[in-house]
């Protein structure tokens, strides 16, 4: 059975930061491309926004927004991928989404976590 487990979600301040953790098991999370995605809870209609991605060669892709903010980062050995959230905006309030999808080799196969809440008070 695969898992995807967010946490590190919380309350922060504006300028702050916070650590996302996303504890991947059943699949290797470093074969797979893992994302984070995020949706506001205000906008329910909106699709959820891609933040940032690492495929399984390492290369990285950040939304514009968060760019210069956020890092995205794997830890193959406890196969969890991070989230690192610096000079954090209340614009950045959302539930925080890890994906894994487009494997290196096998099926395409698109998992999902149940989400963290970020909330960034002005």
């Known amino acids: 059975q695969v898992q995807l487990v967010e946490s590190g979600g919380g309350l922060v301040q504006a300028e702050g930061s916070l650590r996302l953790s996303c504890a991947v098991s059943?699949?290797?999370?470093?074969?797979?491309?893992m994302s984070w995605y995020r949706q506001a809870s205000e906008t329910p209609g909106k699709l959820r926004e891609l933040v940032a991605s690492i495929a399984s060669r390492g290369n990285t892709v950040y939304a514009d927004s968060v760019k210069g903010r956020f890092t995205i980062s794997g830890d193959s050995a406890k196969n969890t991928v991070y989230l690192q959230m610096n000079s954090l905006k209340p614009e950045d309030s959302a539930v925080y989404y890890c994906?894994?999808?487009?494997?290196?080799?096998?099926?395409?196969?698109?998992?999902w976590g149940q989400g963290t809440t970020v909330i960034v008070s002005a």
């Open positions: 059943g699949i290797i999370s470093s074969v797979y491309t």
């Open positions: 994906k894994a999808d487009r494997p290196a080799w096998g099926p395409e196969r698109t998992y």
